[in-house]
């Protein structure tokens, strides 16, 4: 059984950062892609970023978090990592991490992901 655990979450003033974390547990030693998404009041679930290949090496963002989050991950711990700086109240959101081990397919959408962690919830004060 997979299992996603994040961590990280929590409340900062706007221009703070946090790091989130997600470990995956069973299933398959490695996956094809890790990424987070997340998901404000009243609003669709959204992607921010995947960290893909095989290799862990190709990155996409969100234009919106561009040059503020880093994707990162350890294939190691079988853990993916997002480091947020300079946080905005709009970055205000439960954030989920994902995982797939298919290829060749559409790695933002939703749809795409099988397995899901619980979200962990992220506060950015004005």
């Known amino acids: 059984q997979v299992q996603l655990v994040e961590s990280g979450g929590g409340w900062v003033q706007a221009g703070g950062s946090l790091t989130l974390s997600c470990a995956a547990s069973?299933?398959?030693?490695?996956?094809?892609?890790m990424a987070w998404f997340r998901q404000a009041p009243g609003k669709e679930r959204e992607f921010v970023s995947v960290?893909?290949?095989?290799?862990?090496?190709?990155?996409v963002y969100v234009d919106s978090v561009k040059g503020r989050f880093t994707i990162s991950r350890d294939n190691v711990k079988n853990t993916v990592y997002l480091q947020m700086n300079n946080l905005k109240p709009e970055d205000t959101a439960v954030y989920y991490c994902?995982?797939?081990?298919?290829?060749?397919?559409?790695?933002?959408?939703?749809?795409?992901?099988?397995?899901w962690g619980q979200g962990t919830q992220v506060t950015v004060s004005s």
């Open positions: 960290i893909s290949g095989w290799d862990g090496r190709s990155a």
């Open positions: 069973g299933g398959t030693d490695i996956w094809y892609a």
């Open positions: 994902a995982v797939t081990d298919r290829a060749y397919i559409d790695l933002k959408l939703y749809a795409s992901y099988r397995y």
